[in-house]
């Protein structure tokens, strides 16, 4: 009897690696209240490419540090408990791809661009608004990796319609009915298998879908507009003679009342500094997936 798509998703996602053994002993460590900083660093200290990644990111311009972190005690004060979990978990995540079909290295690393400057400007927007920069950026950074999934599972079906694409509603209808699952839900199923944070795991499986992110709503629409941003960042010939603005309002007509209805304000100001930042600050998630690739 042949397998259906749709189990072939499931045998992929319960097939998936487990987490690495260091995260295990990360996530324990701070999720420990008697825990200290020097028991993070302990476990830290054992990962040499984890020990880069993290001085990496806390060096980073994107972070802002006014002075240099030498020390992963430094970099771990600095940072919090929480972001160096965070980063734990997206750099393993990122590593349980290293071996997707070379046939495709031209999408995938589109795919990757994409990724990072949609975490880049997730954390911007995230700081204007006042809502917490390290987690929008994660959230960012990882919204799409359903698609790796997807990619892995139908590797030529898959890959050239679908990985680089921004999608709009009739988009995932198609991507729904032609593999039973949409990259977003493929996404929600493989962070709640690592065990990523809640708010996480919520916020990407419901980015195209932020009214039904209940308690994460705000942070869904966060990385809605980060995505969309991004898109037009890394393939800025698809503006032709519109700007910004116009294009948001054509993707996403309501995005004004819905962000007030979870207390957000859109300013088409903001929105159209947000997009010029990004187009000058681009290089940024170079250096950031160097970090995650230490």
Known sequence: MKTTREELIK???????????TVTRLMNVTNDPESSAQDVMEVIL?????????????????FGRPRKVDSIKMAVSILGYNEVERIALAKALINSFSK???????????????????????RVIAQDLHFPPSIAFMGGLIHDIGK????????NDYAVDWMTIFSREEIRKNELQMFSFTHDTVGGQLLRKWVFPENLTTAVEYHHRPDEAGEEKSLAYIIQLADLLSFYCCNNELLGDDDILTVINNALPDIRPQWQNCGLVFD???????????????????????????
């Open 100 to 122: 997707l079909p070379k046939q495709h290295k031209t999408l995938i690393d589109k795919y990757w661009e994409h990724s990072f400057v949609c975490g880049i400007i997730a």
């Open 11 to 21: 045998q992929h996602i319960d097939s998936f690696p487990v987490l690495p053994v």
């Open 46 to 62: 054992t990962d040499q490419s984890l020990c880069l990644t993290v001085l990496k990111i806390a060096n980073s311009a994107l």
């Open 268 to 294: 088409n100001d903001a929105a159209a500094e947000w997009f010029n930042w990004l187009l000058n600050n681009y290089e940024l998630s170079s250096s950031l997936k160097e970090a995650f690739s230490a």
């Open 148 to 155: 790796l999934i997807m990619l892995e599972t139908f590797v």
